[in-house]
């Protein structure tokens, strides 16, 4: 089964801290996996950010509301204790206890106002705040990625290759912009459009095919490119398109030598995005944890 909604969390956590004792984070994970019957597959499914498991992700922030709620404690870093009110909350004996039940208390209703939407349900949302944040996210940069895709396609092919000797340097690669520029769009030979250092002293070099197709790229252009590379002794070479890569291109430049790295449209402008070529940063929110190290006193 899935990771279930970080409200589902706040029940066995506070059943868990009902016997009165202190209780680390770590043995909260693991008894409540148990109870949730979670498969080591559910266990290690991350956010989208890549920095947290789904599931510590949501026993962290349950623990946090339950806190507010001033039903736990934390009497040290990485534990918790049951409080007086979070006893008497659990002899009510809820079958589930949600973002409603918690609402009771005033402490909690200050906290959460402050943070909650103005319109809609967040009582019953499924995810933390910090998912929701990255879900939105998510939306944001996936809108931007296709509205980049359709300006590429709108320009002349001058100005992709002069977009590919842009991302390139940004990348790290092709030294100073004149030396990659003079790279790119001027060999035309056996398939390949241009050569770029791969590093500032042009110790190796990267080919590169770069093509504004209207359909799919198959597996037939990917080996001619492949033979220019084999003329040429190339060991690696980027084959980038506005378009998109058959799968059997793809399960193709699995298995050869040199690599061959293939870059479809929408890979192409998210890496526009990474590395901030044709962006601009509208706005920036902070995520701060607190520095417990900073409270310890000596």
Not at 87 to 102: A, M, P, S, T
Not at 161 to 187: C, H, I, K, P
Not at 218 to 224: A, S
Request: no cysteine.
């Amino acid at each position: 089964m899935a990771v279930p909604s970080f409200q589902s969390f706040f029940k066995p956590l506070l059943d868990l801290a009902a016997d009165g004792k202190e209780h680390s984070m770590q043995e909260a994970r693991d008894a409540i996996a148990e109870s949730m019957d979670l498969s080591e597959a559910d266990m290690r499914e991350m956010l989208p950010s890549g920095t947290q498991t789904r599931f510590d992700n949501r026993l962290a922030w349950a623990k946090a509301y339950l806190t507010h709620a001033k039903a736990l404690q934390s009497p040290r870093r990485g534990h918790f204790r049951v409080t007086e009110r979070g006893l008497e909350l659990h002899k009510q004996g809820h079958k589930r206890i949600d973002v409603k039940i918690l609402s009771r208390y005033p402490e909690f209703v200050e906290f959460y106002k402050a943070g909650a939407p103005k319109e809609g349900k967040p009582e019953t949302s499924a995810e933390t705040p910090e998912e929701v944040l990255e879900q939105a996210y998510q939306s944001i940069r996936s809108d931007l990625v296709g509205q980049i895709l359709e300006k590429i396609k709108g320009n002349s092919s001058q100005f992709f290759e002069r977009l590919v000797v842009d991302l390139m340097v940004s990348m790290g690669y092709g030294g100073s912009r004149a030396d990659a520029g003079r790279a790119v769009g001027g060999t035309g030979d056996e398939g390949i459009d241009g050569i770029i250092k791969e590093d500032r002293l042009g110790l190796d070099a990267v080919y590169v095919q770069a093509k504004r197709w209207g359909g799919t790229v198959g597996r037939p252009e990917v080996q001619r490119f492949v033979g220019a590379l084999h003329g040429k002794r190339a060991r690696e070479g980027v084959f980038i398109t506005t378009s998109t890569f058959s799968d059997d291109a793809r399960r193709y430049v699995e298995t050869i030598d040199p690599r061959v790295i293939l870059i479809d449209g929408r890979t192409l402008a998210e890496l526009m995005v990474d590395h901030d070529l044709g962006t601009t940063t509208m706005a920036t929110y902070p995520i701060k944890r607190i520095d417990s190290d900073y409270f310890v006193e000596e």
